[in-house]
Every structure is written in C-alpha cells, then in structure tokens.
C-alpha cells in the first residue's frame, strides 16, 4: 500500500507479509511506523481475503532492533511521559484474529524480540539473534509474556540478565518453532502459511483464541503496565534511557 512509508505490505495469495522498513535503522520501532503497523493490521484483520500474517523485517540483517531511541531522544522524550509506541503496537500484535507468523531474519532486540513474542508462531534464519534488554534501561519489558512461551524460570534469565540468545538455543528452549538457513526463511514460513490457510478459517480463530486464554493470564500483562508507569517516573529509568539514547545518537552521528 501506498500509504505505507515505515513498513511495506505484500499479498501472497491469502498470505499477507508485512516488512519493518527502516533498513538504515536495523528496522528500528519508530512512532510513525508503530502507527503503521497498528493500522496496517486493522486493516488486514477486516479483509477476508486474508487468512495468514507474516511479521519479517526489510533487509538480511535485522527483524527489529527495538525502539527507535535516537528518535526519542531527539524528541526529548527520556521522561516518564514519553509515549510507548511500541508496546501499543506489540498489543496490536497479541490482538490480532488471524494466525500471525513472525520470520525473524537476523537481529530481534528489545522491542523487536517483544513483537516476535507476540506472534503465534515464530520461524528463525540461523542469523537470527533474541535479546530482551529492558531491565538494562529500568523496565519491565516482556514478564507477562515471554514465560508462556519459554517457561518461568527461562524467562527469567532471559530478562534478568538481558544476554543475547542465538537461533539455535532459541530453537532448544522454544522461543523459536523452527530455525533454517537464511536463504530458506522465505519459503518456509510461506509454506507454513499456506497450510495454515487451507484450514478452517473459523477453527484457526477459534484454536487460536482458546489456547491464548489457555496460556495467558491479563492480570500478568496489566501489572507489568503498572509497573512500568511508575518505573518510567523513577531516576534509575530516565538516566537508564537517556545514557543509552544518547549513545545511540553519538553512534548516528
């Protein structure tokens, strides 16, 4: 679609693929393309043409390397008021009535491994790299949903220690379902979906939504959000995000 700058949409068959298209930003989260993806999947969610979702990112060296943390900084956003574009379109994500498949080609930090997660499946190049980094900036990012996805106890390792997790680990700890070559990413998660889209349509729905409420829990998500309104106000934060934005800007510079 045209109207798209951020992101880029492409129709295979009933497959809709969806590309994070900030290349020269690793596919960095930014406000305009969060508002992208936000309505891009509203979009896709009435149309009845479309039965499978593919979340990848543009490019062969980044899925998504998070939030946009040049952009934030520049907009003198570092205080607890600054708007969090990105989890609302991870929302979106989690949202969504349609099978979404994520296609993580290279790098998936922070709120890129966060909408990965929020995918109903996740398919991985052997380039493809996790790292949950929000303790690093003083927040809780990910607590309510990674453990349905790797455990209790994994999941906590994982956001603790903010370390990076490579597609073969991923693969042994169940973040990812599959892992193949990076040439082959492609057409595996395209083959994945068009056996998705044989099936049912109103049966996927309903599979879907059953196994979310079967494996998620909304007092979990609504206490990571509280806390992480009054984490935003602390000093450890805003000192937390703005040495780490204002890296990132001297790096850009």
């Not at 896709?44 to 390397?65: E, H, M, Q, S, Y």
């Not at 498949?101 to 491994?113: D, E, R």
């Not at 390792?157 to 892992?179: C, K, P, Q, Y």
Request: net charge neutral.
């Amino acid at each position: 679609m045209s109207e798209f700058k951020a992101i880029i949409l492409e129709h295979h068959g009933s497959t809709a693929v969806v590309r994070l298209n900030r290349v020269e930003k690793h596919n960095a989260i930014s406000r305009e393309m969060a508002d992208e993806l936000v309505r891009c999947l509203d979009a896709l969610g009435a149309n009845p043409d479309v039965r499978v979702i593919v979340l990848t990112g543009a490019g062969d060296k980044a899925f998504c390397a998070g939030a946009d943390m040049a952009e934030a900084a520049l907009g003198g956003q570092a205080d607890g008021e600054r708007r969090d574009w990105a989890a609302q379109a991870a929302v979106r994500l989690v949202r969504a009535g349609k099978p979404v498949i994520a296609a993580v080609n290279g790098y998936a930090y922070g709120g890129g491994a966060i909408f990965a997660v929020c995918c109903d499946i996740r398919i991985c190049a052997a380039s493809a790299r996790f790292r949950f980094v929000g303790a690093t900036y003083g927040l809780a990012v990910g607590a309510s949903m990674l453990p349905r996805v790797v455990g209790g106890p994994m999941a906590k390792e994982l956001i603790f220690t903010a370390r990076t997790v490579d597609a073969e680990e991923a693969l042994s700890i169940g973040l990812a379902n599959h892992v193949v070559p990076d040439a082959d990413l492609e057409r595996t998660v395209l083959d994945m979906a068009v056996q998705i889209a044989g099936n049912s349509p109103a049966a996927i729905a309903a599979s879907k939504e059953v196994i979310d409420i079967a494996t998620s829990t909304k007092d979990a998500a609504r206490r990571e959000l509280e806390h992480n309104l009054a984490l935003r106000q602390s000093e450890d934060h805003v000192s937390r995000f703005r040495a780490a934005a204002e890296r990132v800007v001297r790096r850009d510079a």
